[in-house]
Nanobody
Framework: QVQLVESGGGLVQAGASLRLSCAASGRTFSTYTMGWFRQAPGKEREFVAAISRNTGATYYADSVKGRFTISRDNVKNTVYLQMTSLKPEDTAVYYC???????????????WGQGTQVTVSS
C-alpha cells in the first residue's frame, strides 16, 4: 500500500515556474515507477511524465517536453515535477501516481494522490 500526497500547486502567470512535490508513505517507494498526470476541466486525465524506479529513466508527453522535469528522491520518498515556461493550457489538477512497472497508461497505475491545482493566467 502506498499513500501519495501532492503539494506545490498554485496560481501563476504565463512564463513562470512551479515545482510540484509528491510525498509517498511506505517503505516500498523505490520499487514503483512514479508518474504525473493532469486533468483539465471537461477533459480526460492525461499523462505528463514518468520516472522509472531504478535507473531514473524518464518519459514525457510531447506537450511538456523541454519544459517539465520529473525527478525522484528514494531516500525522501518523494517525486518532483519541475515546471517551467508555464502556459495557460497547463492549467489542470495535477496528480502523482505509482505503478509496479514503467508505463504511461493511467489505467496501469495502482495508487493515486488527491491532486493539486495548477492555474496559469495569461
Amino acid at each position: 500500500q502506498v499513500q501519495l500526497v501532492e503539494s506545490g500547486g498554485g496560481l501563476v502567470q504565463a512564463g513562470a515556474s512551479l515545482r510540484l512535490s509528491c510525498a509517498a508513505s511506505g517503505r516500498t517507494f523505490s520499487t514503483y515507477t512514479m508518474g504525473w498526470f493532469r486533468q483539465a476541466p471537461g477533459k480526460e486525465r492525461e499523462f505528463v511524465a514518468a520516472i522509472s524506479r531504478n535507473t531514473g529513466a524518464t518519459y514525457y508527453a510531447d506537450s511538456v517536453k523541454g519544459r517539465f522535469t520529473i525527478s525522484r528522491d528514494n531516500v525522501k520518498n518523494t517525486v518532483y515535477l519541475q515546471m517551467t515556461s508555464l502556459k495557460p493550457e497547463d492549467t489542470a489538477v495535477y496528480y502523482c501516481a505509482a505503478a509496479p512497472f514503467f508505463t504511461t497508461l493511467n489505467a496501469q497505475y495502482d495508487y493515486w494522490g488527491q491532486g493539486t491545482q495548477v492555474t496559469v493566467s495569461s
